[in-house]
């Protein structure tokens, strides 16, 4: 009953920028948090963007001032625009309705040297 669906990612190189989407239905959208996440190959997948109910965002470490998380309510969409990207940021990313219990299949991001 809860769909989301990633898209936007792709090869960049190192420097440039990607926007991601993610369209979430099945759940209210306007009353839930939504978050991004991603996970490297044998790495834990980890929260690196996360934006309330009121437009309230929080930001991983490694991403803060590069990245920015915005919602559009009234189209049902998340969004993760990713300049300056390093190669560190490659990975898959996913979004979800926070806690983060449910999952779209993800989409690949890969920044190249």
């Known amino acids: 009953q809860v769909q989301l669906v990633e898209s936007g990612g792709g090869l960049v190189q190192a420097g440039g920028s990607l926007r991601l989407s993610c369209a979430a239905s099945?759940?209210?959208?306007?009353?839930?948090?939504m978050g991004w996440y991603r996970q490297a190959p044998g790495k834990q997948r980890e929260l690196v963007a996360a934006?309330?109910?009121?437009?309230?965002?929080n930001y991983a470490d490694s991403v803060k001032g590069r990245f920015t998380i915005s919602r559009d309510n009234a189209e049902n969409t998340v969004y993760l625009q990713m300049n300056s990207l390093r190669p560190e940021d490659t990975a898959v990313y996913y979004c979800?309705?926070?806690?983060?219990?449910?999952w779209g299949q993800g989409t690949q991001v890969t920044v190249s040297s």
């Open positions: 979800t309705f926070l806690p983060g219990f449910h």
């Open positions: 099945g759940s209210i959208f306007s009353i839930n948090a």
């Open positions: 934006i309330t109910t009121g437009g309230m965002t």
